[in-house]
């Protein structure tokens, strides 16, 4: 059973413009979120996270929104970078010191 | 300060076999995981390993353990390969416990034949 989804396999956007990634989760324990990006043959990197307390978190570029009700979180990135194309995977904990990570969405920037 | 090293980048073995990988985490960090990573599965938790004692495990079979020495380099190992072992293993490590981001490592590519 998968907890954590990321029901887009992949996404294209134009440089410049709006990426917007998205993540659903059906544990309702969850309390703690993060965003990971990864690129081919390199270990994925952090890029921001939030808590189940806050519904937004900002970091330059990036941000995430976070909708307790809906059990929903998104990733915006604005504006979009050739070099953000990469995969990016949410991942969800609670508490219990480990994560649940999505499935990942492969984002691509076109120049 | 160097990152999460993973040791070796790739390895092919074959069905029945076994194989130990290593994992030398940030200098300090007390907490390490692996994962496994496949396509369209994402990353699945393995174990967690902290001051040398397993504190959580995902649902893998038993063939998959792991250790943690008391310089917390960390290896795991897969007895009896499948098939379906071929992935790509991801160590991770955190200073301590908790709800802190993880700093993976470039994996190991592990195929089995």
């Known amino acids: 059973d998968q907890q954590v989804k990321q029901n887009s396999p992949s996404l294209s956007v134009q440089e410049g413009r709006i990426s917007i990634l998205n993540c659903d989760y059906t544990?309702?324990?969850?309390?703690?979120f993060l965003w990971y990006k990864k690129y081919p043959a390199e270990g994925p990197t952090f890029l921001i996270s939030?808590?189940?307390?806050?519904d937004k978190n900002e970091d330059g570029r990036f941000t995430v929104f976070l909708n307790k009700s809906a059990k929903h979180l998104s990733l915006h990135i604005v504006p979009s970078q050739p070099g953000d194309s990469a995969v990016y995977f949410c991942?969800?904990?609670?508490?219990?010191?480990?994560?649940?990570f999505g499935t990942g969405t492969r984002l691509k920037v076109l120049a | 300060k160097a990152g999460v090293t993973q040791t070796p980048r790739y390895l092919i073995k074959t069905r029945g076999q076994q194989v130990t990988l290593s994992c030398s985490p940030i200098?300090?960090?007390?907490?390490v995981s692996w994962y496994q990573q496949t396509p369209g599965q994402g990353l699945q938790f393995l174990f967690e390993?902290?001051?040398?004692?397993?504190?959580n495990k995902g649902n893998f079979p038993g063939r998959f353990s792991g250790r943690q020495f008391s310089n917390s380099r960390s290896e795991m190992n897969v007895s009896t390969l499948e098939l379906g072992d071929s992935a790509l293993y991801l160590c991770?490590?955190?200073?301590?416990?908790?709800?802190?981001?993880?700093?993976f490592g470039s994996g190991t590519q592990l195929s089995v034949l």
């Open positions: 390993y902290f001051s040398e004692t397993q504190r």
């Open positions: 544990n309702s324990m969850f309390d703690y």
């Open positions: 991770a490590s955190s200073l301590n416990r908790g709800l802190e981001k993880l700093f």
């Open positions: 939030i808590s189940s307390i806050k």
């Open positions: 200098s300090g960090h007390r907490s």
């Open positions: 991942a969800a904990s609670e508490g219990t010191y480990k994560y649940i």
